[in-house]
């Protein structure tokens, strides 16, 4: 079974890449490929860009990567209550390719931030326009206070609870892949 995760976030030092990381680490026995958003840079989204260059050739392969998986994991970052600017434009640009840009593939969607919100605002979001764009939710999980919930010498959530809750979100995933088989 092959995963397929990622950081809805470019930034270098992203905490939402490094919980989806984690997350994916959490699938045994499954093969994982981490993507990285800054490997899909692609201009604006406008109807007018979309008129004068066409599909990016670049959402074209993150939807192939999406495809090629059996399951992905994302981990949404929340700038102002909202997806953050790359990933919003990636996705649109990859809607315009297909709607369903989560291939109706078992997903796992999480959010973090270093307060005590865990992202819940761009968690909801994305959950509520799940069903549009093909995802076959199993679980959503928002880890709070990340930096309290989070060892950075083993790059592991200690936080027993938040633990918890992951491990369950990627054995229901993992466990929905192998039924599938």
């Known amino acids: 079974m092959k995963i397929v995760a990622f950081g809805a976030s470019t930034s270098s030092t992203s905490i939402n890449k490094s919980l989806a990381a984690f997350a994916a680490s959490l699938a045994k026995g499954a093969e994982v490929e981490i993507l990285d958003l800054n490997?899909?840079?692609?201009?604006?989204?406008?109807?007018?860009?979309?008129?004068?260059?066409?599909?990016?050739?670049?959402?074209?392969?993150?939807?192939?990567?999406?495809?090629?998986?059996?399951?992905?994991?994302?981990?949404?970052?929340?700038?102002n209550g909202s997806y953050t600017a790359a990933y919003k434009n990636l996705f649109d640009w990859a809607s315009r390719i297909d709607q369903?840009?989560?291939?109706?593939?078992?997903?796992?969607?999480l959010a973090t931030s270093p307060g005590a919100g865990g992202a819940g605002s761009v968690l909801a979001a994305a959950k509520a326009s799940a069903p549009f764009f093909g995802v076959d939710l199993k679980a959503a999980v928002s880890v709070k206070s990340f930096y309290?919930?989070?060892?950075?010498?083993?790059?592991?959530?200690?936080d027993p609870v938040a633990r918890a809750e992951l491990e369950s979100a990627v054995h229901h995933l993992t466990d929905t892949l192998r039924v599938a088989q």
């Open 39 to 79: 490997d899909f840079e692609i201009p604006l989204f406008s109807e007018d860009a979309e008129m004068k260059l066409g599909q990016p050739q670049a959402a074209q392969e993150f939807l192939n990567k999406i495809k090629s998986a059996d399951g992905v994991i994302v981990s949404f970052a929340e700038h």
């Open 100 to 109: 369903k840009v989560y291939q109706d593939k078992p997903t796992v969607f």
């Open 148 to 158: 309290q919930a989070f060892d950075a010498e083993t790059q592991s959530i200690t």
